[in-house]
C-alpha cells in the first residue's frame, strides 16, 4: 500500500513555474514508476508524464515537453514536478500516481494502482 500527498500547486502568471511535490509513504517507493497527470474542469484525466523507478529515465506528453521537468529523490521517497513557461491551458488539478509497472514510457491510466488527492495549480493570463 502507498500513500501519495501532493504540495506545491496555486495560482500563477502565464510564463511562470511552479513546483509540486508528491511525498509516499512506506519502505518500497523506489520499486514504483511515478507519474504525474492532471484533470481540467469537464475534461477527462490527462497523462503529464512519468519518471522510472532509478530516476534516470522519464517520458512527457508532447503538451508539456521542453517545459515540464519530473525528479525524484528515492531517499526521501517523493517524486517533484517542475513546471516553467506556464500556459493557461495547464490550469487543471494536478494527481501523482504510482504503478508497479516499469512502463514509465507508457502513459496508460490504468497502470497506476495508487493515486494522490490532487493539488490545484491555476495560470491566470
Known amino acids: 500500500q502507498v500513500q501519495l500527498v501532493e504540495s506545491g500547486g496555486g495560482l500563477v502568471q502565464a510564463g511562470g513555474s511552479l513546483r509540486l511535490s508528491c511525498a509516499a509513504s512506506?519502505?518500497?517507493?523506489?520499486?514504483?514508476?511515478m507519474g504525474w497527470f492532471r484533470q481540467a474542469p469537464g475534461e477527462e484525466r490527462e497523462f503529464v508524464g512519468a519518471?522510472?523507478?532509478?530516476?534516470?529515465?522519464?517520458y512527457y506528453a508532447d503538451s508539456v515537453k521542453g517545459r515540464f521537468t519530473i525528479s525524484r529523490d528515492n531517499a526521501k521517497n517523493t517524486v517533484y514536478l517542475q513546471m516553467n513557461s506556464l500556459k493557461p491551458e495547464d490550469t487543471a488539478v494536478y494527481y501523482c500516481?504510482?504503478?508497479?509497472?516499469?512502463?514509465?514510457?507508457?502513459?496508460?491510466?490504468?497502470?497506476?494502482?495508487?493515486w494522490g488527492q490532487g493539488t490545484q495549480v491555476t495560470v491566470s493570463s
Open positions: 512506506g519502505r518500497t517507493f523506489s520499486s514504483y514508476t
Open positions: 519518471i522510472s523507478r532509478s530516476g534516470g529515465s522519464t
Open positions: 500516481a504510482a504503478s508497479p509497472s516499469g512502463r514509465y514510457y507508457s502513459g496508460r491510466y490504468s497502470l497506476y494502482d495508487y
